[in-house]
């Protein structure tokens, strides 16, 4: 079987599944799949573009700057799921459409310039933490950090608010996480009604994220097959 081949069977699969998540949650069909194609080449991520698959997301910089600046030609989302340092915040920024993995203030003021002197606005979502309080590898803000670095989003011209990301913690049932996440969702959007998107959902849980009213789902190994073992 050809890759082609390969990857539109995959993306079948996929988007059969979230059909049937939404059918199965009384929602419509209006989940947007974002394909993680980290480690993968860009070879594959033009045979999705090839495929429909418009929205794709890489979680390393450099990785993420040469895929982009390479497939310029195309029209594709990119969107940065990984962590961020600082640092590397204001480059992520310039090739970036979405970052979703915005969890601490002092990433807002790169960001926002990177974004400025790409000459675009860019759509921030904020990572927050499904982790018990207190544990230890937490990534993404508590609960109770959302509003005030949601606050600070607002201060920055060229970011724009769009919503908030999360991961289930290993170890946890997806559908509880998630259920929690819907919770917090909830009073979020009560304060910030056009943030609307909610990232969460991956290849092992995408149903759960559905039925917890995720907008996005990102999808990395169902679609590209697994990924070399990181050391
Ligand atoms: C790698 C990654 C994914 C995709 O994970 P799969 O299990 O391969 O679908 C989703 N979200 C984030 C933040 C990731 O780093």
Same mark, same amino acid.
């Given at each position: ?17 979230? =059909?049937?998540?939404?059918? $199965? #949650? @009384?929602?419509?069909? *209006? /989940?947007? !799949?974002? &394909? ?75 960001? =926002?310039?990177?974004?400025? $002197? #790409? @000459?675009?606005?860019? *759509? /921030?979502? !904020?990572? &927050? ?87 996005? /789902? ?14």
């Amino acid at each position: 079987m050809s890759r082609r081949d390969e990857l539109a069977r995959n993306l079948e699969v996929v988007r059969g599944r979230i =059909a049937a998540a939404c059918a $199965a #949650a @009384g929602r419509e069909d *209006d /989940v947007t !799949l974002v &394909v993680v194609t980290k480690f993968f080449p860009a070879s594959d991520i033009e045979l999705l573009h090839g495929l429909g698959v418009r929205e794709v997301a890489e979680n390393r910089h450099q990785e993420a700057a040469a895929k982009s600046a390479g497939l310029a030609h195309l029209d594709l989302r990119w969107h940065f799921v990984g962590g961020l340092q600082s640092n590397k915040a204001a480059a992520v920024a310039a090739y970036s459409h979405v970052v979703e993995s915005v969890d601490r203030p002092k990433l807002l003021a790169p960001l =926002a310039r990177g974004a400025e $002197a #790409a @000459g675009h606005r860019l *759509d /921030v979502l !904020l990572q &927050v933490s499904l982790d018990p309080a207190g544990s230890e590898h937490r990534s993404g803000v508590a609960p109770e950090g959302l509003d005030e670095l949601a606050s600070r989003v607002a201060g920055e011209e060229s970011l724009r608010l769009a919503g908030l990301m999360a991961v289930a913690p290993l170890g946890e049932d997806p559908d509880e996480a998630f259920e929690r996440l819907a919770r917090v969702r909830g009073s979020f959007l009560a304060q910030h009604p056009e943030a609307g998107i909610l990232s969460a959902g991956m290849s092992g849980d995408l149903e759960q994220a559905v039925r917890h009213g995720a907008t996005h /789902v990102r999808v990395g190994s169902a679609i590209l097959g697994p990924r070399p073992e990181v050391l």
